[in-house]
C-alpha cells in the first residue's frame, strides 16, 4: 500500500488556476508512476494526468490538456498538478495514485489512493 495525502483544492473562480500537491510520506516518487484523477458530482473517476517513473513521460486526457500540467519535486518528495484555465466542469475531488502502471497512459494500484481534495469552479 502506497499512502497519499493531497492539498491544495479550493474554490476558484473560472479562468482561475490552483496548484495541488500530492505527498507520499515515507515514499520516493522517483521509482513510481503516477495520476491524478478526479471524480465529478454524480460521475465516474477519470483519470486526468499520468507521469511514468522516469519523469519524461507524460499523459493528458483531453478534456485538460494545453491547461494542466503534471510535475513532480524529487527533492520534495511531491507531485503536483498545476490547472490554468479552469472551467466550472474542472469541479470534482481530485486524487492522486501512485504505483501503478504507466504504458501511454496511467492505470491505477488499487490500493494507493489518497483522500482527495475538492476543487470547485465557480462560472
Known amino acids: 500500500q502506497v499512502q497519499l495525502v493531497e492539498s491544495g483544492g479550493g474554490l476558484v473562480q473560472a479562468g482561475g488556476s490552483l496548484r495541488l500537491s500530492c505527498e507520499a510520506p515515507g515514499r520516493t516518487f522517483s521509482i513510481y508512476n503516477v495520476g491524478w484523477f478526479r471524480q465529478g458530482p454524480g460521475k465516474e473517476r477519470e483519470l486526468v494526468a499520468g507521469?511514468?517513473?522516469?519523469?519524461?513521460?507524460?499523459y493528458y486526457s483531453e478534456s485538460v490538456k494545453g491547461r494542466f500540467t503534471i510535475s513532480r519535486d524529487i527533492a520534495e518528495n511531491t507531485v503536483y498538478l498545476q490547472m490554468d484555465s479552469l472551467k466550472p466542469e474542472d469541479t470534482a475531488v481530485y486524487y492522486c495514485?501512485?504505483?501503478?502502471?504507466?504504458?501511454?497512459?496511467?492505470?491505477?494500484?488499487?490500493?494507493?489512493w489518497g483522500q482527495g481534495t475538492q476543487v470547485t469552479v465557480s462560472s
Open positions: 507521469m511514468a517513473w522516469n519523469g519524461y513521460n507524460t
Open positions: 495514485n501512485a504505483g501503478g502502471r504507466y504504458d501511454g497512459t496511467y492505470f491505477p494500484r488499487s490500493d494507493s
